[in-house]
């Protein structure tokens, strides 16, 4: 069974760093998109962060310029890099994948448990 298991989140002070790391385990075929998305209290999902097999990349407006997505492919593990944190970044961070289980099966959307991270300011 597919499974993606977060980790890396905690509470940091504004403007300081977390790591997220995402690992996709179980049998599959292949991972095309990988993303992160998170969900703070009272608010919808939203995308953060998505990377292709390709290794291209889009990120939300809020943001550019501070976090880093990137994945290493042989090791079936995203990461997101987030420097600069504010107050409004703290939310529950959750991986989203989408992976093809055999070579006979289309993509299906996996999601892991999420992450907690807390920015105090």
């Known amino acids: 069974q597919v499974q993606l298991v977060e980790s890396g989140g905690g509470l940091v002070q504004a403007g300081g760093s977390l790591r997220l790391s995402c690992t996709a385990s179980?049998?599959?075929?292949?991972?095309?998109?990988m993303g992160w998305f998170r969900q703070a209290p009272g608010k919808q999902r939203e995308l953060v962060a998505r990377?292709?097999?390709?290794?291209?990349?889009n990120y939300a407006e809020s943001v550019k310029g501070r976090f880093t997505v990137s994945r290493d492919s042989a090791k079936n593990t995203m990461y997101l890099q987030m420097n600069l944190l504010k107050p409004e970044d703290t939310a529950v961070y959750y991986c989203?994948?989408?992976?093809?289980?055999?070579?006979?099966?289309?993509?299906?959307?996996?999601w892991g448990h999420g992450t907690q991270v807390t920015v105090s300011s």
């Open positions: 990377i292709t097999s390709a290794g291209n990349t």
């Open positions: 989203n994948a989408d992976i093809r289980p055999s070579a006979s099966l289309a993509h299906y959307d996996y």
């Open positions: 179980g049998r599959f075929f292949s991972i095309s998109v």
